[in-house]
Nanobody
């Protein structure tokens, strides 16, 4: 069973940066399409970035395009989310997810809290 573990969240002032990491167990990580999501209190979960397994191409939500950069290191079974110029509205719990057995995101990490203060 694949497990995802996020790290790197924190409490930062607006304008600063954070880098989130998500490490997967298992030996077929390169075969998973990976995604980064977030959910703020009272709001729906939002897909921020999607990294396709085959092409490695990355989709970004408009809300983070130009500020956030997703990447993956298959040798380390890890995906990253570099978040620059953080804003208070970026405050949320951030999750990584994987498409392991399905073409939907069926495996989720526990989430990591990001709080941005002005």
């Amino acid at each position: 069973q694949v497990q995802l573990v996020e790290s790197g969240g924190g409490y930062v002032q607006a304008g600063n940066s954070l880098r989130l990491s998500c490490t997967a167990s298992g030996r077929t990580f390169s075969g998973y399409t990976m995604g980064w999501f977030r959910q703020a209190p009272g709001r729906e979960r939002e897909c921020l970035a999607l990294i396709r397994k085959s092409s490695g191409s990355i989709f970004y939500a408009d809300s983070v395009k130009g500020r956030f950069t997703a990447s993956r290191d298959n040798a380390k079974n890890t995906v990253y989310l570099q978040m620059n110029n953080l804003k208070p509205q970026d405050t949320a719990v951030y999750y990584c997810a994987a498409q392991v057995a399905q073409t939907t995101f069926d495996t989720w990490g526990q989430g990591t809290q990001v709080t941005v203060f002005s």
